[in-house]
Every structure is written in structure tokens, then in C-alpha cells.
């Protein structure tokens, strides 16, 4: 798989296009709802698509309701009883502060390195918000951000909490916070229709709860173990093609010293619009990769202890195993395509006596037709792939058509005649009717699913390259032909949108540990 990812990977470079706050309006009113020009607590009526700037204020009554447009695509909406603020404009930064009461956010536009910050008055707290859809509440000494989709990085006087979606940050009875589990009942709360939600808006809600609730069971299927010290985030992005995807990414531990990532994506629909052939269905989607690496000692339980456990460990710690599987279905959907990368350390397993999962290094094709799990595929490094890319239009894509045998003697290598190299015409297993194709196509993305450029990072300076990174994704899709030229897969492909946000996660977590000195030197 790693063979696979860095032929068409690009490199990333330092650079974000700039822009301008995003544009904030009131878009929807019902009941009261009153509106206070910057320093003044003079209120007027508010008015449907009256333009907010720096220092205004937005207050409901008993009964209001008002839904705040913050720029394309991205809305807050009060309930009852709440008073918001527009805060100091900022290149690429939003802000607004929650005096009070409750509101709940939806935001997908967030595309061009755009940041929300949502301030809650009082509590010294700063909720980050990256294209995704939670609610919030500041009152009566309680505090609460709750993440339903997406991830929000919450700054309480500079201890970064990470809010990933299902959870949320409150207040403790001793004014510290903690995060935990969203309980059902709000989950629930979120599917009941309000004054001014539209049917299609309730609808659509209504699905969202329900696919949360299914995919956490479903999920549970590729992912091990998840404890409590892991984490997860997640997105929702349009992949290459503009189908709409929902990527979910957690770092597990399923035993102490087993590290497993796992990269799942969720498409209500699909349209292929690549560079290769594809005659797969166009219905819904679920294509993941999961990757594993055992080690040869256990790693502390919580990430933020890991950076000194390398240090004391670094000479003694080895992997002695990895092993990724790509799919386009769950494990026990009859007809899902699945690619086993798998690798281990021959001496290690020798010296200690064990026995590996694989006796071979390679590729084990499963739930394909004529592939078993057992039947070991070896790259020919001696062939040159077939590759061209977008570099010539200055566009960050690129393909490459990579050659496999069957290992039809089990020995874990590929070989001629066993006696002869290939250049005296003695192939062995270097015959065609052994051969495979990986078809593989990668492209860098924006969140709105378009191709990014290479001016978009040399023409232009980062100020936020956290924000940057969660607004950027990587699709790669691997599709297998035999010798014949027929697809070995029954699904056509298997598409994966990779984001970097789990990574992003982990330095934001290791940050404040590296400011205080607790990494070590």
C-alpha cells in the first residue's frame, strides 16, 4: 500500500490563498428578535437579510428564533432567550461570542482556509469550528459545545480540548471541563422540528441521526477497540467526482502494543468521473482502509505520554508487523472487494519462535473473484510503472499502472524457472496469465472537491496552516484489471478520501506539551 500511495502523491508546500471575514446576514426571523448597533444597547427589530458587522449584537426573545447566514453555505441559528455578538474582523478568521442561551451551527462552506471561532463570555473558552455541525450553550455557569458531525478544537486558557463528533465539552461541578459522550436524548433533540425549519431541513436531520447511530454499530466491524484515551475526527467533503463524502478517522489501540489507524468513507451516492474505466454500481458507497502496526512493546495508554516513552525507548522499539486493507463494503457485506498489504520482520518472528499471520511479505487479494486470502501478489520492481500526471496544467493529480504476479510456488518472492533470470528469456512466474494491473489514480483536493493547483500554495503565505490542512484532503483509487483486461473487483474501484485531520489532531494535542517543556529535550 505504501508502494501504491507514494507513486501518485504529491508533496504539499507551505502556502494558502488569502481572503477576506466571511460576510454575516440574518437570514431567517420569527418572533422576537432584536438586533444593537457596536456599544449601544439600543435594540431594533430585526430584519430578514440585514447585513451584521464587527460589534453588533443579536438578541431573542421568549418566543424568537433567528437563523444567522455566515457567509455561503455555513448558518447559526438561536433559540429562545440568547444574545450573540459579532466579534473583531480578522484575515480569514470569523468570530462570534455567545453572551447566552443556545445555538446550534451548520457549516460546510468553510473551503478557502476560512476559520469560525465561536467565544462563550465568561468561561475564557474558544471553540474552532472546521466544516461541521454542533451546538452550543453559555448560561447560568454552564458551558457545553457539542460536536454532531465534524471536529472542534475548544481553547480553555490554553489547554486545547479536542471535541470530535458524538462528544462534547462541559463544565464540571469543580469549573473544570471534560468531554464525553453525547447521551441519545440530545441526539434526539436534534430531529425535532422548529418554527422556521423547513420539512426538507428536518428531513435531512432526521437521516444524519439515524446514519450516526447506524455507522457507530456498522463501524464497529473494521474498528478493534476504541478506548477512551483514543480519538477521532471526522468531515464531510465533496471527493473529486462531487459525490458527497463523509470521512470518519480513528487511532485505536486494540491491544497494548497494536496501533491501528483506520480511514472510513461514507458516500450516499456515487458518479466516477476519473481517469480509468469504471462500471460499478452508482448507489451508495462504503469504502475504508485500515492499517496495523504491532509492535515488538506495549505503548503508553494516552498520546500525550508517547513523545517520552520514544525517547527512553526509541533504541529498543521496533515494528515487527504491519498489515492495511483497502475495501469498497463492510467485512460482512457478501460482495465487498478487499487488498491485504501485509509485511513483517522474518527475523524477529525467528529468533522468538513465533509464527506470523503471513509467512510472505506481499499482497493478499480477498472478496475479489478468484482472489483468496491465502494467494499471495508480488510488485515486479524490476518493471517501470506506467504513470503521467497534471504537473504540465500545473493541477496536483496523478496516475500510475503498477504490475503484480501470483506467487505460484508459495517460496515469497517472484522467480523464473528458479534457475534462470528473466533477461535469458526464463519467466516462470513473469508470465501473463499471473499478471495483475493496479490501475491507481490520486489527486489533492480542496474541501469542495475541486483539483488543487500548484499556485494555490506557491502564490499565496499561510497564516493559519492548521486551519489550511482541514480544509484539504487526498483521494486515491485503486482499481485491479487481470491480464485480460477485466476488472478483478466486483465493485469497479475502491475509492478513498484520506484527510489529514487526525494528524493535525495529534500535533494540536502535543502542542501545549511542547510549550511547557513536558516533551523533553
Not at 274 to 279: D, E, P, R
Request: glycine residues 10%; contains cysteine; proline residues 4%.
Amino acid at each position: 500500500m505504501n508502494r501504491i500511495l507514494m507513486t501518485t502523491l504529491s508533496a504539499l508546500l507551505a502556502a494558502a490563498p488569502a481572503c477576506a471575514q466571511l460576510q454575516a446576514k440574518i437570514l431567517k426571523v420569527s418572533g422576537v428578535v432584536r438586533v444593537a448597533p457596536p456599544v449601544s444597547e439600543v435594540y431594533s427589530a430585526a430584519a430578514v437579510n440585514q447585513p451584521l458587522t464587527d460589534g453588533m449584537t443579536v438578541m431573542t426573545g421568549d418566543n424568537g428564533r433567528v437563523t444567522i447566514e455566515i457567509g455561503a453555505k455555513n448558518q447559526i441559528r438561536l433559540r429562545a432567550n440568547a444574545k450573540i455578538t459579532v466579534g473583531a474582523g480578522a484575515p480569514r478568521l470569523t468570530t462570534f461570542k455567545l453572551v447566552s442561551g443556545k445555538i446550534k451551527g451548520y457549516f460546510r462552506g468553510l473551503t478557502g482556509g476560512e476559520k469560525f471561532n465561536l467565544e462563550l463570555e465568561g468561561n475564557s473558552a474558544i471553540a474552532s469550528v472546521k466544516g461541521t455541525v454542533f451546538a452550543a450553550e453559555n448560561g447560568d455557569g454552564t458551558v457545553k459545545v457539542s460536536t454532531i458531525y465534524g471536529d472542534i478544537v475548544v481553547n480553555v486558557k490554553n489547554t486545547m480540548f479536542d471535541v470530535p463528533q458524538g462528544t462534547e465539552l462541559l463544565t464540571k461541578g469543580n469549573g473544570k471541563f471534560a468531554v464525553g459522550s453525547i447521551p441519545d436524548g440530545d441526539l434526539d433533540a436534534w430531529m425535532a422540528a422548529e418554527e422556521g425549519t423547513s420539512a426538507d431541513d428536518t428531513s435531512a436531520l432526521h437521516g444524519f441521526v439515524t446514519n450516526i447511530r447506524n455507522d457507530s454499530a456498522q463501524d464497529a466491524e473494521v474498528i478493534t477497540q476504541i478506548r477512551e484515551d483514543d480519538f477521532a475526527v471526522g468531515r464531510t467533503l465533496k471527493d473529486m467526482h462531487g459525490n458527497i463524502a463523509r470521512v470518519d478517522q480513528r487511532l485505536a489501540r486494540p491491544t497494548p502494543d497494536t496501533i491501528q489507524f483506520i480511514n472510513l468513507v461514507k458516500r450516499d451516492s456515487y458518479t466516477y468521473r476519473g481517469k480509468f474505466s469504471y462500471a460499478g454500481s452508482s448507489g451508495p458507497r462504503y469504502d475504508y482502509l485500515e492499517t496495523q502496526a504491532t509492535a515488538n512493546m506495549g505503548l503508553p495508554a494516552s498520546l500525550q505520554e508517547w513523545p517520552s516513552f520514544f525517547q527512553a525507548n526509541g533504541h529498543e522499539f521496533k515494528i515487527i508487523e504491519r498489515e492495511t486493507t483497502i475495501a469498497n463494503g463492510r467485512p460482512r457485506d457478501p460482495g465487498h472487494d478487499a487488498i491485504q498489504f501485509y509485511s513483517h520482520d522474518s527475523d524477529y518472528y525467528t529468533r522468538h519462535h513465533l509464527a506470523p499471520r503471513h509467512q510472505w511479505d506481499g499482497m493478499y487479494l480477498s472478496s475479489v473473484p478468484g482472489g483468496t486470502p491465502d494467494t499471495l501478489y508480488i510488485f515486479d520492481d524490476e518493471a517501470t510503472p506506467v504513470t503521467s500526471n497534471g504537473l504540465g496544467s500545473g493541477e496536483l493529480w496523478g496516475t500510475a499502472v503498477l504490475s503484480a504476479y501470483k506467487d505460484t510456488d508459495n517460496t515469497g518472492k517472484l522467480e523464473d524457472n528458479l534457475t534462470h533470470d528473466k533477461e535469458h528469456g526464463h519467466l516462470g512466474e513473469f508470465v501473463t496469465a499471473n499478471r495483475i494491473d493496479f490501475q491507481v489514480e490520486g489527486y489533492l483536493l480542496n474541501q469542495d472537491g475541486k483539483v488543487m493547483g500548484i499556485t494555490d500554495f506557491t502564490q499565496n503565505k499561510i497564516d493559519d496552516p492548521f486551519g489550511f490542512a482541514k480544509t484539504l484532503a487526498f483521494e486515491t483509487i485503486v482499481s485491479v484489471r487481470n491480464s485480460n483486461g477485466g476488472s478483478m473487483l466486483n465493485r469497479g474501484n475502491i475509492d478513498l478520501v484520506i484527510i489529514p485531520d487526525m494528524v493535525v489532531a495529534g500535533v494540536q494535542k502535543l502542542i501545549p506539551l511542547a510549550a511547557s517543556g513536558s516533551l523533553g529535550n
